[in-house]
T-cell receptor, first 114, second 115 residues
């Protein structure tokens, strides 16, 4: 079945540690996105990528980094510079990044600080 | 920058009744898209309904329909014949017709269905 796979489902970070959240899609989608969701709030865009080897900052990119070396993969690294990383992280993809295509979401990763 | 506001943090409705969730947005653009997403306890984001701003006709999907008032920048969601499975967080979202497909989300409304 085609879809988006996020792993792990739960992740714990120690102080000063970088952690990487995985996002893989087999939908052959060009565009991929990372959103952050805090309790009781909507989703905020961290980074997005419309094609391989290219990505742009979203509204809250500070303390995060991404790469897009393969079309299928868009990993998100939460660096030690992100002082409040505890949140639910959602990855999404769409067939084309510049048209009204439906976004497909993964099942998310809950990141907590130890 | 565009903003989306959902003024109802929580709503409840009796099973089989009708409920309307409110959403307003702010934009200077004339062409854009609006969405309602549902997030059940599983946290999976599910697209409920989509509206293109250039279409005057309100979108409908089975028991879900919208009331799109472009001049008032209002985009409410009506759920008819509410079912227990409709209980979830509902998010209104905006997307510009220009550039990348970035969604701007409202804060969400938690909908409870009373049996």
């Amino acid at each position: 079945d085609g879809g988006i796979t996020q792993s792990p489902k739960y992740l714990f970070r120690k102080e000063g540690q970088n952690v990487t959240l995985s996002c893989e899609q087999n939908l052959n989608h060009d565009a991929m996105y990372w959103y952050r969701q805090d309790p009781g709030q909507g989703l905020r865009l961290i980074y997005y990528s419309q094609i391989v080897n290219d990505f742009q900052k979203g509204d809250i990119a500070e303390g995060y980094s991404v790469s897009r070396e393969k079309k299928e993969s868009f990993p998100l690294t939460v660096t030690s510079a992100q002082k409040n990383p505890t949140a639910f992280y959602l990855c999404a993809s769409s067939r084309r990044g510049t048209t009204n295509e439906k976004l497909f979401f993964g099942s998310g990763t809950q990141l907590s600080v130890l | 920058a565009q903003t989306v506001t959902q003024s109802q943090p929580e709503m409840s409705v009796q099973e089989a009744e009708t409920v309307t969730l409110s959403c307003t947005y702010d934009t200077s653009e004339s062409d854009y898209y609006l969405f309602w997403y549902k997030q059940p306890p599983s946290r999976q984001m599910i697209l409920v309904i989509r509206q293109e701003a250039y279409k005057q006709q309100n979108a409908t999907e089975n028991r879900f329909s919208v009331n799109f008032q472009k001049a008032a920048k209002s985009f409410s969601l009506k759920i008819s014949d509410s079912q227990l499975g409709d209980a979830a967080m509902y998010f209104c979202a905006y997307r510009s017709s220009q550039g990348a497909q970035k969604l701007v989300f409202g804060q969400g409304t938690r909908l409870t269905i009373n049996p």
